[in-house]
């Protein structure tokens, strides 16, 4: 087994940026892969920088497309879009090798059955994190304010190399903990972003701009239809939690755009497929309303198909 002091990210964007800084920083060899040949130049001149409320992070780290290289990291953060996994799996597929390990902390559900398409279930990890990122430019991001990560192996058996994975990020001060429980997490954190996600998203308001009662009564009608949604699945997630971290981020993450508003701002595809879609798919299935979710699904593809949303 390599040591997994050697980490890939598999997608270098606001996300990957930000762990790649923080564990660059603790001493790991930190590879990045991406298709933005001006991100991974910016990664390589100036290292992966994060601007947090303890000042800068700036470390080196080396960044190439996956066919550029011929030797991998043992163990890999996936943090590509949710549409985009399989193509970037496949991308890296020769670097894949009998020790290889991932861990998607990527938003929505349903990542796990892509990654099984590459190796075995004890070598899967799957989980969230709530740690805020923001693009400012190519290879660096903002994140301000604080945020953990959860995350458990999809086989329910502790391992060497993911207890070492959460002592690095922990040393990175990441707030990691491995959880039995991580389904109630990811489910929590699926009605978390399905929220502030969307409903920033469609009003164009950061998170804290949502710290009011017409906004917090919606982001709340939400929470309210997914975490039905999860119950009737089976699955304990909690509202006092999911709670707790909403009051959490209104009242610290200020500033921040959520993800999904990022990526209309920009001109991107969103995930809403992934959170919203993936919501409404269970809840169908299921027969349970949930007509805010669903509104919100499609005001956000039409905002996504018109291609042509200005910044404020």
Known sequence: MENTRSIGILGAGAMGTLFAARLANVGLDVTLVDVNDEL???????GARCHTDDGLLQARVHAARAEQLTAGPAL????????HTRAALQGIAHLIGPDTHFLSLQNGIGHADVLREMV???RIAVGVTTWPARVMSPGEVSSMGQGGIRFMPCDGQRSAVFDLLADDLNRAGMHCRIDPQVQEAIWEKLAFNAAFNGVCAVTRQTVDGLANPQGEALLQRVLDEVLS???????????ERVGAAVRDALDHHRGHQPSMLQDLLAGRATETGAIHGAV???ADRLGIAVPVTRTLHALVSLSENAGAVAPR
């Open 280 to 282: 409404l798919q269970v």
């Open 229 to 239: 949604v999860a119950h009737a699945h089976g699955v304990a997630a909690s509202a």
């Open 76 to 83: 890999w953060l996936v943090f590509t879009k949710s549409a």
């Open 40 to 46: 991974l130049q910016a990664l390589n001149r100036d």
């Open 120 to 122: 075995p279930l004890e």
